[in-house]
Each structure stands twice: as structure tokens, then as C-alpha cells.
């Protein structure tokens, strides 16, 4: 699923539904990414400059509680980001 730029985010945080603390650029600003969307400081902070699948991996490998978080989240939605959730959800 390409991302869809277009895509607007309600204003909570896109990964896990926490507070809108500030933006994420989903692909790391130091790697040259523009493109943001609404974020809380738990997940950027953790985050950092990982790419986006290797962050949610990391997560769902290793932060069970943010991973539920993130799981509950996008368990009913079809964005872009939701349907990457999934996928890396049911790699296991
Ligand atoms: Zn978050």
C-alpha cells in the first residue's frame, strides 16, 4: 500500500490514537523526508529516525503495551497506514 499523501489524519496521534504532540516525518527528516503527520512525543520519541516498518516491527517485537495501543487503533480503519499495521500484525 503506497502512502497517500493526500490522506488527512484526524488530529490525534496516527499510530497509536494518543494526543497530537507534534509531527512525524514518516520518513526521517535526516533521510530527507518532508512528508508529516500527526504524532505523540511517545511515538516519535521511540521512533527517532527509524523507517516506518522497522518501527512498527520494533514495536510489535518489543513495546507489547504501544503495540496494543497502535493494534486497537487502526483494528477498524483502511488508511494507508492502517492496512501496514495489519500486514506487519499478521506477519506473525
Ligand atoms: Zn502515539
Not at 503506497?2 to 507534534?22: L, R, T, V
Not at 508529516?36 to 507489547?64: A, M, Q
Amino acid at each position: 500500500m503506497p502512502i497517500d499523501y493526500d490522506y488527512e489524519f484526524a488530529d490525534e496521534c496516527a499510530y497509536c490514537g494518543g494526543s497530537w504532540e507534534c509531527d512525524d516525518h514518516v520518513k526521517a527528516y535526516s533521510k530527507g523526508g518532508v512528508y508529516t503527520i500527526p504524532c505523540c512525543n511517545e511515538c516519535n520519541l521511540n521512533k527517532y529516525n527509524k523507517g516506518l516498518k522497522s518501527w512498527l516491527r520494533e514495536v510489535r517485537n518489543y513495546w507489547p503495551e504501544k503495540w496494543e495501543e497502535i493494534v486497537n487503533h487502526h483494528r477498524w480503519r483502511r488508511n494507508w497506514l492502517s492496512q501496514m499495521v495489519h500486514q506487519i500484525r499478521d506477519e506473525w
